[in-house]
């Protein structure tokens, strides 16, 4: 009887830690727990300074509001993405102590859409990649094919600019696909969530001041309002009052210039308006091909593009091969190599869209839409 009595309590003991463990891990927020948090834990994704209570029940949210990962869209999710790894490592280390090592389990790929400026002009084709692809092609060849060699031959094969059209004296261009910054060694170190890492510039998000260059260039650089980095020009000493302000009357677009003749941030000014100045623009895309990641290769095409017709004037593709980092991962994507006839120049975006848009030649600086 003694030894039944032993038995049962150790059951029990067993039965509530696991109730414990499921209830601490694997309990399903209810609705009044989940109208308890607000949207700005989720924002700062349950690290913003919450007390116990508050911070297990933001875990728990958005553990709830986190996809499964999908096989069949494995790029859109990071290499370790898993919601209950997150959220037991958050439990682990405590919120704002853990938040930075436990980003790995969160990661997912960064959306940035295309705003195309005419919805009736016929969507831009991109190329079809080429059949047999050139892994297939190595497969045939070689037993063994290694990463250094397809990367290679990616870069002999596919790799180039190709430019079909040039325009003279262009003196506006329009980003159809403006990108959000994607700094941080995690995301730098992941396999998949950086969509087109080569043409990922230090100018993405906040592009008027470098476009507009006296030295590099443009007149006028046109973009959605939908993202025209106003964030990041908001309360900075370093650029003009108007690049902060959204559109008063819902103008679609953004449009940066130079004051005047002054080279620095703060001589770049912004408006916004129901037009674009510009006739052509560009965009981009990452080459999304299981091999390439499996190897540690990520490639990418920009695009420039007539937007009135939909005309493709010119091409850049280009790989970056990340493998051999002294990183957790052995992946990072921004010291990683490029092909060998590719530029490793900071402004290499607009390097290329100078040689097939070339800016207008005059000195004289016109200013804002009248």
């Known amino acids: 009887m003694k030894r039944l009595s032993v038995f049962i309590a150790t059951a029990l003991i067993y039965l509530h830690v696991t ?21 700005k834990w989720l924002e700062n994704h349950c690290s913003a300074g919450l007390n116990r209570d508050q911070f297990q029940l933001c875990l728990r949210a958005y553990v709830a509001k ?7 869209r494995r790029e859109q999710f990071g290499e370790q993405y898993d919601p209950q790894k997150w959220y037991a490592c958050m439990q682990e280390r405590g919120g704002n102590y853990g938040f930075s090592n436990c980003e790995q389990f969160r990661l997912r790929r960064i959306e ?11 969507a831009m084709k991109w190329p079809e990649p080429p059949t047999p692809s050139v892994y297939e092609q190595l497969k045939k060849k070689y037993l063994v094919v290694t990463s250094e060699e397809y990367f290679k031959s990616l870069c002999a094969e596919e790799a180039g600019e190709f430019v079909y059209r040039t325009v003279e004296n262009v003196e506006a261009i329009y980003q159809i696909r403006p990108r959000i910054v994607e700094g941080g060694n995690v995301r730098q170190e992941d396999r998949y969530v950086i969509e087109a890492p080569y043409f990922h510039e230090v100018w993405d998000s906040a592009p008027g001041g470098t476009f507009t260059s006296n030295l590099l260039g443009y007149h006028f650089f046109e973009v959605s309002s939908h993202q025209d ?22 103008e679609p677009f953004s449009r940066f210039f130079k004051g005047d003749s002054n080279k620095k941030l703060s001589s770049t000014k912004k408006e916004h308006s129901d037009q674009l100045r510009s006739r052509f623009g560009f965009t981009w895309r990452g080459i999304n091909r299981f091999e390439d990641r499996k190897n540690g290769i990520a490639g990418g095409e920009l695009a420039v593009v007539d937007l009135k017709t939909a005309e493709i004037l010119a091409i850049k593709r280009s790989f970056n091969f990340a493998k051999g980092a002294r990183t957790k ?32 030649s005059s000195n004289q600086l016109p200013g804002a839409l009248e």
């Open 19 to 39: 109730v414990a463990f499921a209830d601490d891990v694997m309990l399903a927020p209810t609705e009044n727990d989940i109208a308890m948090v607000k949207d």
């Open 66 to 72: 986190m996809e499964p990962l999908d096989p069949s």
């Open 112 to 122: 940035n859409p295309e705003y195309w400026p005419y919805p009736e002009v016929p």
């Open 229 to 250: 980095g106003r964030i990041r020009y908001e309360k900075s000493r370093h650029y003009d009052p108007s690049m902060s302000p959204s559109p008063l009357h819902g």
């Open 329 to 360: 991962t052995g992946l990072f994507w921004a010291g990683s190599q490029v092909c060998p006839q590719d530029s490793n120049d900071t402004f290499r975006v607009h390097e290329f869209l100078t040689k097939v848009l070339k800016p207008t």
